[in-house]
C-alpha cells in the first residue's frame, strides 16, 4: 500500500503545490509522500455539536491534519461556520423544528424571522444565517443537529457560540504555534450561487479573509471545496490556494441543474470526467461510495477505477465522510445493535487507506489518526 499526503500539507515543509490546470503528471509525482491526511469533519463533530470552536480544538488535540469550516454568511457579510445557512428548519404544516442546528427557535425575539425560502429549487421554512448580523448571530448557542444518533453530543447543547472563519483561522494558527505543527483549514463554500444571488458571495470575502492571513497561496495550509463546479472555477482564475471538487454517489451540482447542465456527479466522477475538473480543481472529495462500492446489503464491495482514474489525472483524493457510530457504518463494521455506540470505524478506514486515498473526512479525528498510525506500521 502506498500513503499519500499534498506537499503543503501541515507537519512538513510547505513547499509551493501546482494549481489546477498544470500538469497532470508533474502534480500527481508532486503529491506523492508519506502520509494521509485526517481532516476533521466540522471538528471532532463525533463528540461536540459540530461547527464550534469546542469541537475543532478537540480535533486538533486528536491529532487531525486539518479542520473543516461550513461557510455562510451573515446580512453584513461575516463568514460563519455553519452546516447550512438554515440555522434551524421547520415543517410547514406542524411548526415543528425538523432540524436545528441552532437554538435560535427558541428565542422569542427572532420568533418574527422563521420564513420560508427556495434555496437550490428546495423550499425550505426556518432561520438563515443571512437574516442575522454577525452581532445576532453570537447570541445564539449551538446546538448538536442529529440527537438521535449522537445524545451525548445534546449534552453540550447551548454552551458554545458559532464561530467566525477569522476565528477558527485563529485557532488553528495559535494551536500550531503550541504544538509545533501546521494546522489547516478546509472550508467548503455552501450554496455559492444562492448567495450570490442574494448579494452575499461567498468566495470574494473568504480569499478577503485568507489573504488577510496571509494564507492566499499554493503553500497556503488551505483547501477550498465546493459540490458547486462554477465557482470553483471563478476562484482558480482569482487563486492558487488549492481547491477540491465535491462529488456525491447522486444527484448533480446545482449550478449545472439550474443552467440546463445534464451532467450528473457520476459524469463528472468518470475518467472524462476527472480529466476535466484537474483543469481547474487540486483535488475531489467523492462520497465514499465511489471509491469502494456496496452491495445490496451495504457492506463494502470491491474498489472501483476511481482513485485510479483521478491520480491519473493529477488529482487528490478525499472521500467523506467516515463516521464510527454503528448507524453510520456497513454491517460487518457495526458492534450490536445499539445504533449510536461505536463499531470498527478504523477498520472501515483502513479498507479505504488499502484503496490508495490521500486524505479523508471523519467525524472522529482520533479514530482517523488511529487508522492512519496503524497503516503507517502495518507498511514499515
Given at each position: 500500500?502506498?500513503?499519500?499526503?499534498?506537499?503543503?500539507?501541515?507537519?512538513?515543509?510547505?513547499?509551493?503545490?501546482?494549481?489546477?490546470?498544470?500538469d497532470?503528471?508533474?502534480?500527481a509525482?508532486?503529491?506523492?509522500t508519506?502520509?494521509?491526511?485526517?481532516?476533521?469533519?466540522?471538528g471532532a463533530?463525533?463528540?461536540?455539536?459540530?461547527h464550534?470552536?469546542?469541537?475543532?480544538a478537540?480535533?486538533?488535540?486528536?491529532g487531525?491534519d486539518?479542520i473543516?469550516p461550513?461557510?455562510?454568511?451573515t446580512r453584513d457579510?461575516v463568514l460563519?461556520a455553519?452546516h447550512?445557512?438554515?440555522?434551524?428548519?421547520?415543517d410547514?404544516?406542524?411548526?415543528?423544528?425538523?432540524?436545528a442546528?441552532?437554538?435560535?427557535?427558541?428565542?422569542?425575539?427572532?420568533?418574527?424571522?422563521?420564513?420560508p425560502?427556495i434555496?437550490?429549487g428546495?423550499?425550505i421554512?426556518?432561520w438563515f444565517?443571512?437574516?442575522?448580523?454577525?452581532?445576532?448571530?453570537k447570541?445564539?448557542?449551538?446546538?448538536?443537529r442529529?440527537?438521535?444518533?449522537?445524545?451525548?453530543?445534546a449534552?453540550?447543547?447551548?454552551?458554545y457560540?458559532?464561530?467566525?472563519?477569522?476565528?477558527i483561522?485563529d485557532?488553528?494558527?495559535?494551536?500550531?504555534?503550541?504544538?509545533?505543527?501546521?494546522?489547516?483549514i478546509y472550508?467548503?463554500?455552501?450554496h455559492?450561487?444562492?448567495?450570490?444571488?442574494?448579494?452575499?458571495?461567498l468566495?470574494?470575502?473568504?480569499?478577503?479573509?485568507l489573504?488577510?492571513n496571509?494564507w492566499n497561496?499554493?503553500?497556503?495550509?488551505v483547501?477550498?471545496?465546493?459540490?458547486?463546479?462554477?465557482?470553483?472555477?471563478t476562484?482558480?482564475a482569482m487563486?492558487?490556494?488549492?481547491?477540491?471538487?465535491?462529488l456525491?454517489?447522486r444527484?448533480?451540482?446545482w449550478?449545472l441543474?439550474?443552467?440546463?447542465?445534464?451532467?450528473t456527479?457520476?459524469?463528472?466522477?468518470t475518467?472524462?470526467?476527472?480529466?476535466?475538473?484537474?483543469?481547474?480543481?487540486?483535488?475531489?472529495g467523492?462520497?465514499?461510495?465511489?471509491?469502494?462500492?456496496?452491495?445490496p446489503?451495504?457492506?463494502?464491495d470491491?474498489?472501483t477505477?476511481?482513485?485510479?482514474?483521478?491520480?491519473?489525472?493529477g488529482?487528490l483524493?478525499h472521500?467523506w465522510?467516515f463516521?464510527?457510530?454503528?448507524?453510520?457504518?456497513?454491517?460487518?463494521f457495526?458492534r450490536?445493535?445499539?445504533r449510536?455506540?461505536h463499531?470498527?470505524?478504523?477498520g472501515?478506514?483502513?479498507?479505504y487507506?488499502?484503496a490508495?486515498?490521500?486524505?479523508f473526512?471523519t467525524?472522529?479525528?482520533?479514530?482517523?489518526?488511529?487508522a492512519?498510525?496503524?497503516?503507517?506500521r502495518?507498511?514499515?
Amino acid at each position: 500500500m502506498r500513503l499519500r499526503r499534498p506537499v503543503s500539507a501541515p507537519g512538513g515543509a510547505l513547499d509551493a503545490a501546482p494549481a489546477g490546470g498544470g500538469d497532470a503528471t508533474l502534480r500527481a509525482a508532486a503529491t506523492a509522500t508519506s502520509k494521509v491526511i485526517v481532516i476533521a469533519h466540522r471538528g471532532a463533530s463525533g463528540y461536540y455539536p459540530e461547527h464550534t470552536l469546542a469541537a475543532y480544538a478537540a480535533a486538533v488535540d486528536m491529532g487531525a491534519d486539518f479542520i473543516e469550516p461550513d461557510l455562510v454568511m451573515t446580512r453584513d457579510g461575516v463568514l460563519i461556520a455553519r452546516h447550512e445557512n438554515a440555522l434551524a428548519i421547520v415543517d410547514e404544516t406542524s411548526g415543528g423544528v425538523l432540524e436545528a442546528t441552532t437554538n435560535v427557535h427558541a428565542l422569542p425575539q427572532f420568533a418574527a424571522r422563521c420564513a420560508p425560502r427556495i434555496i437550490d429549487g428546495r423550499r425550505i421554512s426556518g432561520w438563515f444565517a443571512e437574516d442575522f448580523t454577525a452581532a445576532e448571530i453570537k447570541t445564539l448557542r449551538a446546538r448538536e443537529r442529529i440527537p438521535r444518533e449522537r445524545p451525548r453530543n445534546a449534552e453540550h447543547d447551548d454552551r458554545y457560540t458559532l464561530p467566525t472563519l477569522q476565528e477558527i483561522i485563529d485557532l488553528a494558527k495559535r494551536r500550531s504555534a503550541e504544538l509545533g505543527r501546521t494546522i489547516g483549514i478546509y472550508p467548503e463554500t455552501k450554496h455559492p450561487s444562492y448567495h450570490a444571488a442574494i448579494g452575499l458571495a461567498l468566495e470574494p470575502a473568504l480569499l478577503q479573509v485568507l489573504a488577510a492571513n496571509g494564507w492566499n497561496d499554493a503553500k497556503a495550509p488551505v483547501f477550498i471545496q465546493s459540490f458547486e463546479t462554477q465557482n470553483l472555477r471563478t476562484l482558480r482564475a482569482m487563486t492558487s490556494v488549492r481547491l477540491i471538487q465535491l462529488l456525491d454517489v447522486r444527484g448533480q451540482p446545482w449550478d449545472l441543474s439550474d443552467s440546463g447542465d445534464p451532467r450528473t456527479y457520476v459524469d463528472l466522477a468518470t475518467a472524462q470526467g476527472l480529466r476535466e475538473i484537474a483543469r481547474y480543481a487540486d483535488g475531489v472529495g467523492p462520497h465514499k461510495a465511489l471509491v469502494i462500492g456496496r452491495t445490496p446489503s451495504g457492506a463494502l464491495d470491491r474498489v472501483t477505477g476511481f482513485v485510479r482514474d483521478a491520480h491519473a489525472a493529477g488529482l487528490l483524493v478525499h472521500p467523506w465522510t467516515f463516521r464510527t457510530e454503528n448507524a453510520f457504518l456497513p454491517p460487518e463494521f457495526r458492534r450490536g445493535e445499539d445504533r449510536t455506540a461505536h463499531g470498527d470505524g478504523q477498520g472501515e478506514i483502513a479498507a479505504y487507506l488499502r484503496a490508495d486515498i490521500d486524505g479523508f473526512f471523519t467525524d472522529q479525528a482520533d479514530v482517523g489518526v488511529a487508522a492512519v498510525r496503524a497503516a503507517v506500521r502495518t507498511r514499515d
